[in-house]
Structures are given as C-alpha cells and as structure tokens.
C-alpha cells in the first residue's frame, strides 16, 4: 500500500483513519493542535470527573463520521452524491470548531468575541498553517470549506452533513460526553444511522427503516440536555467565572501594570483590541494560571472569585421562573423576589454584583421548519419507501412531545452561607 | 437516610460513593482539587488523543476500589480484618498521588524533586488543607495515613492493598487508561478480582478460583506497557520536554529578568531553592503556559524546542541496545555509533545536546520475592483449598514467561530531517 | 466464610451471588432448570439471532435485581422497610416466570392454558420439588410467594418489586434483551435507579434526583417493543405456528394414532384433558421435535406449516387499520378488503384458513392510576425532596407523551408468491 | 441501490451485511437453518447460564468476519489477493460447521460419526438445498467449497483463512463466546487484527505493528480454554451424556421396540446404518425429548441418568494425573487408585461403568511449524516492516511461553453422595 495511512486510536469510534495527506497537514498545523488545550466541556468536567476530554477528540470523531458518509454515499449513491464533494465536507468536518477558545461561552459574552467569526478567520487568514495546508488543493479551497461551516456552500447535501439538527458535530458530541461522562442515555445506535442516512437532491434524508434510531437520538440529546449540559454545579462554575473576568476587566481600569504582569494574554481583550493572534494564545491552561496569580491579588473580590474557580468551591443555586422573577413579596411587596435575596447577601458582607448570579439554560431538543421563525431550522425528513418525504415529529409521538417545545430553567446562584441565614431560607421556601 | 451520601459519575466504576465526611473533605481541598490540573498520562495524550484524564480521576478510582475492597474484608472477613482500618486504608487510596506535579518524571530527574516526598509533605505539613482534614479523625491519623504510602505502617495487609504488585492503585490505573486510549488488551475481570481478594495474616492474598483472573491482570499490565506507556511518539514529547527545560534552565543563569515575567513559577526550581508552596504553585497548565511565551525567545533553541513541544512536532527515533551504544562503526571505526549519528546531527546545523536525546522504557512486569535484591517484591499468594499459600508464577506458566524478565527498550531521537540525509540513513540501516 | 456462597456468570449483571441456601436449592429443581428450554423470546430469535437466551437466565436476572433492591433497603431504609420480607421477595423474583411454557402466547389462546394458574400451581401443588423446597421455611410460605405473583400479598412494597409498571421483571428483561439482540436503544441506568429506588409506606417510590434515569426507562421500554418485540419477521413464525397448531388440532379428531405416535406430548391438550405434569413436559424442543415429524405427514397443510415453521419460510405481511378492515373496495363494494385478499389467496390453491392471518400487537408504553379502568395500573411516583409524591408524567413530557396512548399496529400475512400476483398487488397498493 | 442489501443485527458485530444473493440464499437453506437448534457451546450452557447461542450464530459471525476481510484485501492488496475467491471464502465461512450435529463430540465417539465428513457431505450431496443454491455459481463450485474446509483448496491464502491458528472461525468462536458467558478475558482487539492481516504469497500475515493484538488473541484464545471450556461442571454433563447414550445403545437390543416409540431418531445409529437424512434429524431438541421420556423408563439406569442430564444432578469430581492413574494404593497395593475409587462407588450401589467416569481435557494453545509432526500447524507469521516474516512465538515470550506446551487436566466423575464416604474421601485426600 503505496498510500498515506494514518491511524489514531479513539475510544469511541475504535480507529479513525486518515488516508488523505491534506486532512493529516491539518492535524498537524499549530492550531489544530491548539484544541488539544480546550476542554470539550468546558466547565461540566468540575461536575462530571470523567469529561476531561478535549476539542481535539471530538473534531477528530466529527472527521471521522463524515469520513465514514462520505465513503458510504460515494459507494452507494453514485447518482445522487458527488464525490469531489468528499474532500471539502471532511475538512469542514474536522475544522468546524478550530475557532473555539478558552471557556468560549462566557468569554465572549464578556469581550464580544464570536467563535464562528473565528473559524472562518483561521480557514481563510492567509498567515495561518491551516490556510496554507487548503491552499494546496486550490487557491478557493479555504473560503469554500469556509463557506461550508457558514451555511453558504451551494450544496444543502454538504452543509446538512455539517450543520443540521442530525450532524455529524452532534452525533460525535453526544456519543463522546456520554461516554466521558459515563451516561448510558447519552448512548444511540451510530452504526444504524450511518447506513440508513442517504442523500436527497436538496439535503439529507434518512430511510424510514432507521426511523426508531434517528428517534432514539433526539430522546438522548434531549437526556444529555437534561443530565449533563444544564447541571447546575457546572453553571455554577460559570457564574463563578463570569463574575471573575468581569471584576478582572474593572480592575485592569484601575492597575494596569498588575494585568500586563499577571495575564498578559488578557490585555488585548481588556483593552478592546484584540486580533486573531491573541485570540489563539489563550487557551484553558492560560487563563487557569491567570486565575492561579489572581489568588493572592489584595483585591478580595478577585481572589476569592479565583480561588472559588480554582478549588472548586461552588455557589448555591434555586431554580426560578420568570413570573417569580418579577413577583413581589406577599408580605413586603417592596421589590422583585430576586433582589430582596440580593440584598440579604449584601447584608451578610458579599458584593451581590460578583457573590450571585442567575443562570439560563434552555434547550429546543428538536424543531419541524418554520418558515417565518427569524432561524429556521432544516427538519429531519424520512424517506418512505415509495420516495416520499415526512418530517420526523410526524412518525414519532415521542419527537413530536419535545418538538417546538423549550427545555431547561433558570437558576439563582448565591453565596453557601446564606443557606444558615434563617430570612434568606424563608424567603426561598416560601417562595420558590 | 441522615448520613452523608455523595454520587460521583465515573465512567469506568459507573458510581463511586462518599458516605465518610473526611472523605468528602479531602477531596475538597484544594490539593486535591489541584490533581484536575495535572493529566494522568503525563505526554501519552499526545499519542492516545482520547487519554486526556487527570490525576484527580484515577485517585477517585483507587479511593472507589480500596472502599469497594475493605467494605467486603468487613463484611467477609471479621476474624482476619480490622474495621479500623478501613478509613486509614480509603485516605491512604486517596491521597497516594497527591504529591505528583506537572510532568513529574522529567521535572523530577531535571530539579531534584521526588513526589513520593511531596505526597508525605502534603499530608504531614499543618500547613496543608489536607493536614487540617485528617487532624480531625486524630492528631496521629496524618502520620499514620502517610506512613501506608511509604511503606510504614505496621499492618501490612493495609500497605499491600495500597502498594504491591496488585494494588488499588495500580487496578484503577490500568482500567482507566484501558478506557480512555481505548485498548481492549487493558481490561482485566475487575469484580473477580475483587471477590477472591482475601485479608490473611500477612498480606493480602487471593483465592485459588480467581487465579486465572488475577494472571490475566498481569498480561494487561505488561499489554499497556508495551502498547500504551512505552509508546515511541510519547516518549519523543518527553525528550523535547526534558531537552526544553534543560535549556531554559541553561538561559536563566544568563537572563533572569525574562524568566522571572514569563515563568515566575520556575524561577525557585532554576535557583534550587523550591519549597512546597512553589511545588504545588506548578500545574501542566501553568507549564504549558510558560512554553507558549518561551515560543517567542530570541534563543532559537528555546523558541523551537518549545514551539516543538506545544505544536507536537516530534522526533523521529530508532531503537538501538546497550551492545550497538558502544559499537565502533565497521568503516571507520573511529566513534561509538550514537556518536556518529549525533555528529551527523551537528553537521546537519542542530545542536545535538538539544535536538537529540535517548530514552530507555524498562519494565519488570512481576516478579516473586527476592529477598537479596535491593528492592523486594511483594509475591503475590495464591491462597489453595486447603490453606496454603502459592506463589502466582507457580501456577500460570504466563506469568512465569514474564516472572523476573525485563521489557523495553532504548530509543535514539533526533531531528525529523535527517531521514532524507542519505550518510545518516545508511549509518542506521546498516547497524541498527 | 462458613455461609454459602455460589456464584453465577452473567453476561447482563457480571455475577450473581447465591447466598442463601432455599434460592440454590429452588434453583437446582426439576421446574426450574426446565427454564432453560425454553426461550426468553419465543420466535423473536428466528428474527434477532444472537438473542436465544431463556427464561432461565432471565429468571436468575430477576432474582439478582430483586436482591440488590432488598439488601438496599434492608441497609438504608430501616423504617420503612422490613427484611423479613427479603426472602420472600426474592423467591417470587427467581418464580415470577415459572410457570411460562413453550411458545406460551400461541400455545394458551389455543389451549386455554393460563401461565399465570400454571406458575400458582407449580408453587403451591405438594407434588412439585418447588413447593418441597419452599415448605422449608413454613408450612405458608409457598402460600405467601404464590400471593406476591398474584398480587394478593397485604405488603404493596413486596408486590409493586415484583410488578408494576417499574419492576425487577421488567428491568431484567429490557436489559436483557437489548444485550441479546444488539439493540443499544433498550439500556437504561440500572445502577442509578437501583440507588434512587426506595420504600413508602404505600409501594415502592423513586428520589427525584434519579427522575430521568427512571424517564429513560419508559422510553427504552417503548423502543423494545417497536423495534424488537414487535418485528413483523417474528410475527410472521406466531402466525404459522398458530395455525400449524390449529391445524394438528383438527386433524387429531381425524388420525388419533398418528399424533399418539409422533407427538405423545400433545394428545392431553388435544383432548383438553392436561394436568400440571403433562404442562410441564413441554418445551421449546419437545415441540420443534413433532413438529419435524409432522413436517413428512401425508396432510399437505400440515406438513406444509411444519415445514415453513422449521425452516423459517416466512409469510409476507402489510399492516393495516380496522377501519380498513371493514372497508369495502372502491370499485367492487363486495366484501371487505382482507376478504377480498383472502379470495385472491385462495384462487391461488392455498387454504387462507391456514395461509394467511393476522396478528395485531398494541402496548401501551405507561399510564398512570386510573381507578376506573378495569386493570388499573400502579403509576410511578417521584419522591420529591420535600418528601410529596409526583406521578411520573407530571414531570416528564416525553413520558406524558406516550402515558395512555397505545402503541403498535395489526398486520395481515399471506403466502410470498402472492406478490407475484398483479391483482393482489394492485389491491394492496390501492388500499394500504 | 437495486442490489441485494440484507442486515442481521449481530450483538457482537452490531450488523452482518448480506449483499451476495447466494449467500443469503445459503442461509435460508433447511440445512443452515437446522444450526439454530444446536447449540454452540454444547453442555457448557449448563455452566454458563448465559450462553446460550447456537452455531447458527457463530457461522453467521464467521461469514462476517471472512466478508470484512476479502472486502479488505480486494481493496487493499491488489497485486497479492484475487477478488475472484472472495466468494468461495465466504460460503466457506459461513458453511465450514454446517455438519455439526446434536452434541457433536460425545456423539462422535459413540456412533462413529465424523462432522467435518458430514460437512463435506452436506455441501456436494446433490440432494440438500446447500447444494443446490453453490451449482448455481457452477458445477465445480460446491467441490471448491468443500475443498477449502477440507485444507485442499489450491489456495493456501483461502485455507488459512478459514482454519489455522488464526482464522475467522476462531475469532468469533472466541469473542462470541466471550460475549455470551460474559468472560472479559475473552475479547481482543478484532478490529485491530482486521487491519494488520495481509495476504502473502504462501499465506497469511500479519503486520508487525498488529503483534501484539496477536499475542493477545492468543492469550485470550488460552484463557477462555482454562476458564470455560475445561470447566469441570460442562464436563461432568458430558461424563453423564455419554454415559446415558451407551446405556441407551445396550438397552436396545433387548428392547427395540421401546426405542422405536421414545426415540425413533436415534435407531438407525443404534443399528449403526445411519444416512445424511437420520444425521440432518437430530439435534438439540430432538435429543433432550428423547432423555426425557427415557426418564420413566423401567431401567434405573437409563432413567436415573437421563433424569440427572434433564435436571442437571451433576457428578462431582476431582482431578488426577496419568501417573495417579496408575498408581497403587500405598497399603493394600492391590489395584490402581481409580480403580479402587470405582469399586467404593460399587459397593454404595452405583454401577461404576453408568455412574462414573474419567474426562481428559487438553489444549495446545499454539505451536509453531513442525514438519515432523503428524498434524503440523500454520503457524502464524508476522510480516517485518523490511518485508521479511518471523514466527510469532520468536518475538512474544508471552507466546513462546505457551507455544508447544499442552493445557489442561484429566478428571474422574462419580456421584456426589460418595462424598459422604470417610473411606472414599481418605482414599482422594491422600492421594489426590
């Protein structure tokens, strides 16, 4: 065998195989490597011990499943897959989240920093390895896997095996974190899709007799949401966090020389002035050493918020609806529940605007297309045995339950202490 | 229930459970919480892409099986079994790697410092969040705890379960990394093995049903080292890593300044007056941080071994024996091989101290008790039918093919490039 | 260890511990290991190969989970859970199935056998080594385990273990099952729900904490029986071998002798005379063995679905609903449609008594209490923190998706060459 | 896809794929589908309750595994394997067991049968169906099928396929049957194994870099023979199997008649006049009716045993070496040891020649090639990177360790009760 063959053990897909030279050059480009520093699940591996796993893997895994299409539609659907779309559909695979930095989420809330932008930074900025590397297929080559990841390839087949509510990204995550995490509901019959997957002219159908596995894996991603992703310890962890870079960012105002000395990496962002350069110098070791040196910074709100982060000591949270949200006291009827609560931590000593926090996480497990929504999203079509197109919720009551519905909640997070403060619990009891 | 009960998800043991609040504490602290921040695997990741796992997992799983084991020795075995032992035996599992560091191995031959010491300082130092913990079960429990990690303690069953040839910590290890490389050869009939596991006056031994399952751990444990933990391309990251930090330790003597803003953390180790503040200030994060600045040094050196080491561009290696070490080339005999290739290497416009290196992966996969050699082994018994003891390698012709015999090897690194220098290649070809 | 302990491999829960001398004893009876010829699945095996267990293993699988259930409860729940009641439990868990006999379904519509009379009398009649063994521990004991299975037992924690909508029967057998075929989606988190179960003073409760897992139950429970329980290719062989019975039925009134001879077995049943004895001298291979003779009798019918039976020559199906049962053809307005497909089947020389069918499989996935129904089901509550209870799909939308509402469809089986047939198509494609 | 695309949901290779008329033809013969009633472990089931698989199942895998192989050399090895026999190696595959009977070794020895004979027969006998669906490839093809299981296929790469010491029968015998007990020490690295096999000029090879999945197979292929194939409870029902068998074989004779009615199968062998028609009608099933209306018969003997088969009463047993064997008792001196033991069991009442018996279980669990021998084995061949071969066991001591070494033991049988004779039991301490 003349030909480049490259094998890398996976725990989840046993073997990934490279046999193509370019998509081997990206693996090794500094910044594919770079995702090997970015934990997969950011803040959920302090709740979920196992999850240490990195970006790295699961961009390998997404390869490896559109790898895995690729090759089946090439041999088993000539007339309607095109081959030469092979290529670009595995680098937009393996690529599609190179522009993920550290804890991407609440940092780019905080400094306006966008992860898709990124992405397609990296694939077209000509002073990358990975634009060098997709140059040499062909000098359009970089904005057309660009454009892949941005939805705007011309062919639906391609973006859908991207970029759908049954991809390629999702199937490796959900396999991957439930089996980090040890979560048997995360698991779902991949082989059985993988064969019953098929391209259609304007995207991609899956055949009807592989119609209990497609549905068997919106029933776990919708687990995965449930007992995983929307943990209250990890979202703990992100208040935490959020509250950390918030008060860092105010105090670079008022000591500069400390932050350029601390975590240089952050001053770009501080300052509003960041490139793509400083965007890649960060990853998750960088900024927990950042935190690590916060620790013994003399402003307490930043040390104890570091310290927090980095041993793990978590904020205590209460689930909220909106309407309590906004519901006044029963008795007081002074202000909204959420600040009087605030004002209690206040009263015991902590800076309310950094010691709580309320967290949102909502989930739409699975959506039919609506035209008029300002996102629509490509439905899962099954193909029937006579050639014609359903919709997935209409064959299966269980799909149709989660389908167009929100999933998830709000939580209230506060200082641990207060649970001792007898008219903080009362007022938790009584109310929430 | 009133008791304490904490559920931790664990891939590889399903559930581990807390229901002692000195448990829960130790690992609250935060040097344990710190092991998050320090892979299992040390370079291995860079090989095994899915082995991404932390010091702080694996002693969750020694904790889990010492709990597992010494729950069953109370039940099973109360005339050969102390009850008492059962939280020295849980802490001591633990905390038996509390004192690794970032890359330990190499940081440890390169600066002198020993983690089996750090783990003792750890829990022994009242300075030590640990400490403060174990004080509250007994002024003595933090010596005593201690004292099983490093062989003391008096009961020896206590220090076998912790450290013999079939440990918890060595069964935990072994599963764990099975699991997250995704080797098959790794995995061993854990529950077996835990219940023909048998307190006897002593040590430990094992019943003669689960003798097959016992010789099948000893086969996993040589398959992970030859496959796994000796891996070529690792041990490439570790001579880079070695290399690296040979040379910063070089340049500080010549630029303080720079080291002191890019790596503060490493400055006590340069000048050799670390103590444990600074050994526990040192995580692979906050290691692989300082590297990522160092890319940037005026010192090609620097810059490239450490851009080498983050970007994993790896040496390429040859294996090589003591005999072809010191082996005169045919031709010219003038230099003892490796000499030639080095020089080769020079030519070539590398620095040889720097861009070579040799590593040598030896294993002694079991033994029996010697009583003359300088580090004995614990045999592991057979307990018969009709009481009596067997030594393992007795009865499995397997394991005695293994018995006393070592495995491994020595590999000669050196610049990827040399390969295309046709002298070089040949010297190879033709001695090695 | 002086107390009995016997250990049983099981591929499903790793091992399973005999420590109690009446479970060993029951299982070493006559009754008892007459499980293991027969088959868990009936025909679902000719459908999914790999799945040929028996009742046997399922039954040593019950067993095992009812065990780790009470040896909980007997450890954490003191108040509310009495362990005198462990034995009885867990006989009834090992019993449950006793009296299951081959192909059980078929067999009891045509011979108006009750596997649910027949396991009583297998556990109360004097004659049985069942009953011996029980009446060991007192003179009411076989009483008592005979009134867990009925449901009569004045503990409802001891039955609802036993059966309801979340028992260890049917916790055994989805896992089972799934492991058996292959079939990913039938797991579910045994270890969590076992963690999360507990005793109430009216029935068995799960802790909220473990709500999902129990959710991911119902919904694996509900893919068992539409990807596995319900195949057409297994319904297919019910359908032959129903007829095939039927048919030896009314030829015995014809050719005594001859089934006298190949099938001694039968003749009770045939004359609707059949005691416990001669019930329980059937099996799985008793049956195929007269089977095989009948397949060179001189009836063709009968040998004829002997033949398709043994060597798996399936009948053909298409689903219909029971409006179009009762349709009338468009063109025709004769007689209904399956008449009319039975005509068509009958022009071609098959008798459509005996070569066509139908078979109608309908579950209802869960519901909750409704006191009104005939057979009220015990609904499964949540035991919320603040210890109230919550029906399971109050908290569960996919839960309530399926909560009441039936499942599965009715399909009409024909000989395969009637595909061939232009008319019959037509009709089919028209109408269905 | 118009063609040909049947899936069988395998549990150990998630799914078989069928996309070759003929074979899927093949399976649906009389005589492939006749493996389903016959199981693939024997009396082994009686020990492992969990295995209950048939040989149905393993040719079905062993097909599989030949599928994935041929696909791989066709696409891979172009210059050294000819796509042209990828047919004839599956049908061989999936028919190399086809002739198994009902508890073939037992019944070997008695009836003077032979399976491999009957396989041949099955396949080139113009009369079954198997033949039949193979002369549709061609007049020779049947012979060219039946040449390969007998080792005289031309082709050596072909044979070896199919049997030698690492062939596709044993790879799924041994995961298969792995996955069934539930034996951890069973599985290895198939996938693994599937890469590194390479067709070789005079054979098969395997790439150094798949060694140790080798080394490892062949410690897995040991371990299951220890741990469950030469468990001592199967062989006891084997020592009671044959011992029922021959006590049938005298007791017709005298009472043809008898047989004729309870066991109408069986005759021709006791008449030894059997054909492939009486071989193809026994099975499993057919077997254990008869045992069981042997259970009412007048002769105690024949009831007693055959009773103690359906309801597993196993004989007990120890072992002993040749030597013991022949050993005299070291006081009386008058006759050897397991002589003395029968006449004990004669005195308590028992027919030493029905109610004992010896069994010898040995295994060779890998040899190297030697042309001397009588029967010398392919020994397995690992292909150098530089392309020359080298023996396995020359570079595995953990092989060489086995290689040429023979496994197991022997094991005299007898009733359980003479345990309760203080003579019988002086006689097995002292001397056992």
């Known amino acids: 065998m003349a030909h480049l063959e490259k094998v890398f053990r996976d725990p989840v897909h046993d073997y990934i195989h490279v046999e193509n030279q370019i998509i081997y050059d990206l693996i090794n480009t500094a910044e594919f490597q770079r995702l090997r520093r ?14 240490e796993h990195s970006r790295f893997s699961h961009c390998m895994g997404v390869y490896h499943i559109a790898k895995t ?5 090439t041999k088993s659907y000539p007339e309607t897959w095109n081959p030469e779309e092979n290529l670009v559909t595995q680098c937009a695979a393996l690529l599609h989240d190179v522009g993920h930095g550290a804890y991407s989420h609440t940092f780019e809330s905080l400094f306006a920093t966008d992860h898709e932008a990124m992405t397609r930074e990296i694939i077209t900025a000509p002073s990358t390895e990975i634009n060098a590397v997709l140059r040499k297929v062909g000098p359009d080559f970089p904005e057309q896997v660009a454009s892949v990841i941005s ?4 062919n639906p087949q391609v973006v859908q095996l991207i970029s759908s509510q049954i991809d390629a990204d999702r199937m490796d995550y959900l396999l991957r974190d439930a089996y980090y995490t040890g979560a048997v509901y995360g698991q779902f019959d991949l082989t059985r899709i993988l064969r019953v997957i098929a391209p259609h002219e304007d995207g991609i159908v899956f055949r009807v007799s592989g ?5 068997d894996y919106i029933v776990s991603r919708y687990q995965m949401y449930m007992q995983v992703y929307f943990h209250p310890a990890s979202r703990s962890m992100e208040v935490i966090l ?3 870079l918030q008060r860092a960012k105010v105090l670079y105002q008022l000591d500069q020389e400390y932050f350029a000395q601390t975590s240089p990496g952050l001053v770009p962002f501080f300052e509003n002035r960041q490139n793509l350069h400083h965007y890649l110098s960060l990853d998750d070791g960088v900024m927990n050493t950042y935190f690590q040196s916060w620790m013994s910074n003399t402003d307490d709100t930043l040390s104890q918020l570091a310290s927090m982060y980095i041993n793990r000591h978590l904020l205590k949270s209460i689930e909220f609806t909106q309407d309590q949200e906004q519901q006044l006291d029963l008795f007081s009827s002074e202000a909204p529940l959420l600040d009087q609560l605030r004002e209690f931590v206040e009263k015991e000593g902590f800076d309310p605007h950094y010691f709580t926090g309320t967290h949102n996480n909502f989930d739409l497990p699975y959506d039919f297309y609506r035209p008029n929504s300002n996102k629509p999203r490509t439905q899962i079509e099954i193909l029937q045995k006579d050639g014609s197109l359903t919709e997935l919720s209409e064959v299966s009551p269980i799909v149709a339950s989660l ?3 929100i999933h998830g909640n709000s939580r209230f997070y506060f200082p641990k202490v207060m649970l001792k403060n007898p ?4 007022l938790i009891r009584t109310n929430l």
Chains 1, 2, 3, 4 share one sequence.
């Open 151 to 154: 939805h705007d390839y011309p």
């Open 211 to 215: 119609m209990h596995a497609v549905e």
């Open 242 to 244: 959020q509250n950390l």
């Open 38 to 51: 970015i934990k997969q699940l950011g803040t959920s591996s302090y709740t979920f011990h196992g999850a």
């Open 423 to 426: 008219e903080f619990n009362q």
């Open 403 to 405: 389908a167009g519905t």
């Open 69 to 73: 299409i690729t090759d089946w539609f």
